[in-house]
């Protein structure tokens, strides 16, 4: 968390890229992992 903070902190915008950079690719794998559990569940309910 003190990582992110001083990555906010500090105003380069070479900073700011990485911040969106790891943002938009936190948000990928999250993406990724709902729609890999959404299907688990739905592979489990046709199993049933």
Known sequence: MKILENLIQSSSKISEFRI???VY???KKVK???KYKSCKENASLINW
Request: aromatic share 34%.
């Open 25 to 27: 690719k936190y948000l």
């Open 32 to 34: 990724i992992f709902l």
């Open 20 to 22: 969106v950079f790891l």
